[in-house]
């Protein structure tokens, strides 16, 4: 199916594992994006990336790690996870738009991954 | 630390009441978005407003963009159940390494 898909939708973890979530979109947007959403937050970019092997670290990138070998697909891992890391896990992709204006993009999300770290 | 601030953080209305929400910044933003979010999902792009006073229409939702870029605001005409959700606005002060505001949690009761 066409669009941007998250795995797991749901996971139980314990304090120290490793854990990855996936991401895969299907549109070949150049861009994708890693968001954690918190109440009293709302959501914050963790990690971007342009293109494939071209990753950039957002607002709050410390505990994660990110990679992308291949267009579609933009893994965020967590080396080892903390409490502090419980939250629903978000991912977006775009192209870039606009022109002599600027440009800007607009984020088709996936929906969603809860993570609960005991 | 740039920002995006919205307001209010949540409204509870009346069906066919009117409301605004307003993002505000310090910074100026080439482009914001609107997105919506309803609860278990992930947020929907409404609108980009990308020219300084420009004013976008979606059915009963106006967006607007501050002349001087540096806020926004989201009017909705006699409000339905099916408006609500939290709605969030984003932009890119530089690059894509887009911000997002904190919300505005909306409830419109039938």
């Known amino acids: 199916d066409a669009g941007i898909t998250q795995s797991p939708r749901y996971k139980i973890t314990e304090t120290g594992r490793q854990v990855t979530l996936m991401c895969h979109q299907t549109?070949?947007?150049?861009?994708m994006f890693w968001y954690r959403q918190d109440l009293g937050h709302g959501l914050r970019l963790i990690y971007y990336?342009?293109?494939?092997?071209?990753?950039d670290k957002g607002e709050v990138p410390d505990g994660y790690v990110v990679s992308r070998s291949k267009t579609e697909n933009f893994p965020l891992t967590l080396e080892s996870a903390t409490r502090s890391q419980t939250s629903v896990y978000f991912c977006a992709s775009s192209e870039s738009l606009g022109g002599l204006a600027g440009s800007y993009n607009e984020q088709f999300f996936g929906p969603g991954t809860r993570l609960t770290v005991l | 630390t740039q920002l995006l601030e919205q307001s209010p953080q949540f409204l509870s209305i009346q069906e066919g009441e009117n409301l605004t929400v307003y993002c505000n910044s310090s910074s100026v933003f080439s482009s914001l978005q609107w997105y919506r979010q309803e609860p278990g999902e992930g947020p929907v792009l409404l609108v980009t407003v990308v020219t300084g006073g420009e004013v976008k229409k979606l059915k009963r939702l106006t967006f607007q963009f501050g002349d001087a870029r540096k806020d926004s605001s989201l009017h909705i005409t006699a409000a339905q159940p099916g408006d609500t959700g939290l709605y969030l606005c984003?932009?890119?002060?530089?690059?894509?390494?887009?911000?997002f505001g904190a919300g505005t949690r909306l409830f419109v009761k039938a």
């Open positions: 990336s342009a293109a494939a092997d071209i990753t």
């Open positions: 549109w070949s947007h150049s861009y």
């Open positions: 984003a932009g890119a002060p530089g690059g894509f390494k887009t911000i």
